[in-house]
Nanobody, 126 residues
Framework: QVQLVESGGGLVQVGDSLRLSCAAS????????IGWFRQAPGTEREFVAG????????GYANFVKGRFTISRDNAKNTVFLQMNSLKPEDTAVYYC???????????????????WGQGTQVTVSS
């Protein structure tokens, strides 16, 4: 079992930055991939970014490339999402998810993940 807790969301202005954290407990996540997803009201959940077990492979949705950076600190059992140049369309609840197994790669599909956090709200005001 893995428990994931997101934090770091909030209300910011256009162009501001936020750093989201995804802290894991229950087991190490040093050998599993983590994905960040988001869901705005009335929309489907969408993939934002993913990182493989080692941190050596990352991927991003086109709409965040160049603005968001995913990273991990396996010693702290935590994954981060640095979000810069935020736009109003980035407003959503952001979730992290773990794709368990062994030495897993990230995937852009939510159904491929086994554990999810409760989400953290990000609101970007214009």
């Amino acid at each position: 079992q893995v428990q994931l807790v997101e934090s770091g969301g909030g209300l910011v202005q256009v162009g501001d930055s936020l750093r989201l954290s995804c802290a894991a407990s229950g087991r190490t996540i040093s050998n599993v991939a983590i994905g960040w997803f988001r869901q705005a009201p009335g929309t489907e959940r969408e993939f934002v970014a993913g990182i493989n077990w080692s941190g050596g492979n990352t991927g991003y949705a086109n709409f965040v490339k160049g603005r968001f950076t995913i990273s991990r600190d396996n010693a702290k059992n935590t994954v981060f999402l640095q979000m810069n140049s935020l736009k109003p369309e980035d407003t959503a609840v952001y979730y992290c998810a773990a794709r368990t197994g062994y030495l897993t790669e990230y995937a852009p599909r939510g159904w491929m993940y086994d554990y999810w956090g409760q989400g953290t709200q990000v609101t970007v005001s214009s």
